[in-house]
């Protein structure tokens, strides 16, 4: 795996980017969470006047081995279905990048389905699925490096047309079961305690759903899983890590990440864990109803700005979150201060 250079944002800004917040014409501290956002967003771009130009979505594609143990509703064709689906503009995605003004890019980096023909469709397809991690790793590290390579570089082409914020989405039936063992695993808690419905399993499929993980836990044998590099070879989707690639070169280039729910969550868990400082290049949309979704983003200490019982995936709770980011920006560069405005400062 390549090597990335992220580090925190430099904090020397800080005093100059709060006096300006707080020279606002309003009361101090007032706008509350938007002053918070204005300040990350300043931070990560070292500038008094930030901006989210060119936003971009990536939409990533894959298919999952575990799939074959019936730990989804959704049977795997329904992954290539919506990624077509996609391409005529008919999903949950296309509606909200639409509606807020990102360029989505539809990626397949592991669909099981030859989707090569399709128009609207980047081809960067790795295999047709991961290996089934009941068995064995859902990936070479071949595979894994590849993945993470492909992310960065839809990241540089993303930065090519001149893009500020990044929000990243996903496609890929079954992509639960990994998200649940990678936040058992990264943050000690027991994995009966981090499976749910999915896209709608009954009890006794979500029953079924624990058996299997837990069985692929232990077929694993965790003590040769000695790093999260490992971890998330042996249990990860084409999708996800490449989700993870994109967001450190993300991070790296000091574009601004908007983190969807419990899958995405799962890959921003993921890429703090390989480097911690990505997290302040992150912003968290909303807590969906996947189960344990609250519990991982209370791990990472992090504060996400909406709670819409979503559980759709692609990206759309970020999506729905973005005006609010929109509205951080457009109060620290458009709102008036004090003395242009002729009022009093009253504190």
Request: with cysteine.
């Amino acid at each position: 795996m390549r090597n990335f250079k992220i580090e925190k944002p430099n904090d020397g800004m800080r005093p100059a980017i709060q006096d300006k917040i707080d020279n606002l014409n309003k009361p101090k501290g007032s706008l509350g969470v938007l002053e918070e956002l204005a300040m990350q967003v300043c931070l990560v771009q070292q500038t008094l006047t930030p901006s989210l130009a060119h936003p971009c979505h990536l939409l990533l594609g894959g298919d999952h081995g575990i799939e074959r143990e019936e730990v989804s509703v959704s049977p795997r064709e329904v992954t290539w279905q919506q990624m077509i689906n996609f391409t005529k503009g008919g999903g949950g995605v296309n509606m909200f990048c639409r509606q807020h003004g990102f360029k989505l890019r539809i990626v397949d980096v592991g669909v099981d389905y030859d989707l090569s023909q399709v128009p609207g469709i980047i081809d960067r397809k790795i295999a047709r699925g991961t290996k089934n991690f009941l068995y064995e790793p859902a990936m070479s590290e071949e595979e894994f490096d590849k993945a993470i390579e492909i992310g960065a570089s839809l990241v540089d082409d993303c930065i090519a047309d001149g893009c500020k914020v990044l929000c990243i989405g996903e496609m890929g039936i079954s992509n639960t079961s990994p998200s649940s063992i990678w936040m058992s695993l990264f943050c000690d808690i027991p994995l009966d305690e981090c499976i749910g419905a999915g896209a709608g399993l009954d009890t006794p499929g979500i029953r079924h759903k624990k058996e299997v993980l837990s069985q692929a836990v232990a077929n694993s044998k965790l003590s040769t899983l000695n790093s999260p590099l490992s971890i998330l070879r042996y249990f990860g989707g084409f999708e996800m890590i490449t989700a993870v690639g994109a967001m450190l070169r993300a991070a790296e280039q000091h574009l601004i990440v908007l983190i969807d729910g419990f899958i995405m969550t799962a890959c921003a868990l993921a890429a703090c864990r390989l480097y911690p400082d990505a997290q302040d290049y992150m912003i968290f949309g909303h807590s969906g109803d996947e189960s344990g979704h609250r519990r991982m983003l209370d791990a990472m200490h992090a504060k996400p700005l909406l709670s819409l019982g979503l559980r759709l995936g692609e990206g759309t709770g970020a999506l729905c979150a973005f005006p609010i980011v929109d509205s951080a920006v457009r109060m620290i560069n458009e709102m008036n201060n004090f003395d242009n405005g002729n009022i009093t400062k009253y504190f």
